[in-house]
């Protein structure tokens, strides 16, 4: 079988991250069962995690954090999984990521500063 080329790869990433995005689990896990590693980044540096996090999506997240997903890994804007879903107010999301020993510190702006920010550090403890 030939390596895919520089366009199949940037392809088969994106349909990663849309159904990251929509949160069809199911469909993302084929592709993780297939070789693609769970911390495959788009142009971006988004993982399927850091989009299922931001997207509310809480099933895939979990899926993917079983799956090995690096939770602390951030994208090109220095974003973190767990700030992003504070950001978005996902409540489930953020808890997910800590009981999966996000680093709160991590990125910029880190998961403290962001809870701080919208009054959300309840959910940090």
Avoid: C, W
């Avoid at 159904?19 to 896990?29: C, D, K, S, V």
């Avoid at 804007?77 to 504070?86: E, H, K, T, W």
């Avoid at 962001?114 to 403890?125: D, K, Y």
């Amino acid at each position: 079988m030939e390596p895919l080329s520089e366009e199949q790869t940037g392809r088969l990433v994106a349909i990663v991250m849309d159904l990251a995005r929509e949160g069809r689990t199911e469909e993302l896990l084929e592709f993780l069962d297939h070789g693609l590693p769970a911390d495959v980044q788009d142009q971006d540096g988004n993982t399927a995690l850091m989009l299922a996090a931001y997207h509310g999506r809480a099933e895939t997240v979990r899926a993917l954090v079983e799956r090995g997903a690096d939770v602390d890994l951030r994208n090109a804007r220095d974003q973190s999984p767990v700030a992003g879903a504070l950001f978005k107010g996902e409540d489930a999301i953020v808890t997910a990521l800590v009981a999966a020993g996000a680093d709160l510190d991590a990125g910029t702006p880190s998961a403290r500063a962001t809870a701080e920010m919208f009054g959300r550090t309840a959910l940090l403890t």
